[in-house]
């Protein structure tokens, strides 16, 4: 079976530097701006999806659509969507064909959805996780990798499948 379209492997055994790409509303606009820093400090590209600036009017879609799209494309390797619950930003980004986000609040799912299910977004509520937990989570997600074994394959060959279809 082939692997799906985007399937992500991170980065390496040696820890390369990834592209990553982050996107926020004003729920997550001051963790995005925190976990940005933290990234670059840690040597990885960081593409920034917006919000460019603190704006409570502004809506989650403008700005994980986007980056959902870049991590579908490949032109980012993994992303990082932020909005108050992380619930509207996890539901937008899905409705990208080749993303795989997930809402994660703990280090199992952290690593678990790479490992299993090929998961290239972690969605994070800005509103719900303080900073220290929240770059836990980002630096598990990065150094996770796509197990390959034939029954995540299988399942992931299922979803891909739905995205066709419609």
């Known amino acids: 079976m082939k692997t799906p379209k985007n399937s992500n492997h991170g980065p ?13 509303d004003h729920g997550g606009f001051e963790l995005k ?22 704006q ?12 959902a ?3 579908a494309s490949g032109s980012v390797a993994r ?4 909005c108050g619950s992380g619930v509207g930003a996890a539901v937008a980004a899905n409705k990208v064909a080749g993303a795989r986000a997930c809402l994660v609040h703990d280090g199992f799912s952290a690593h678990q959805g790479v490992e ?8 994070l509520g800005g ?12 630096s ?20 891909a499948g739905l995205e066709r279809a419609d």
């Open 116 to 123: 299993d299910d090929d998961m290239n977004v972690i969605c």
């Open 33 to 54: 701006e925190i976990l940005a820093g933290k990234l670059r400090e840690a040597g990885h590209d960081v593409a920034d999806f917006g919000d460019a600036k603190l």
């Open 140 to 159: 598990i997600f990065l150094a996770a990798k796509f197990s390959g074994a034939p029954r995540f394959r299988r399942r992931l060959e299922k979803v």
């Open 12 to 24: 390496g055994a040696a820890g390369a530097p990834l592209t990553v790409g982050i996107a926020a």
């Open 69 to 71: 799209r870049a991590v």
């Open 127 to 138: 509103l719900v996780v303080g900073h220290a937990l929240a770059w836990e989570l980002i």
């Open 56 to 67: 409570p009017d502004d809506d989650f879609p403008d700005f994980v659509v986007p980056l």
């Open 79 to 82: 992303g990082i969507a932020i």
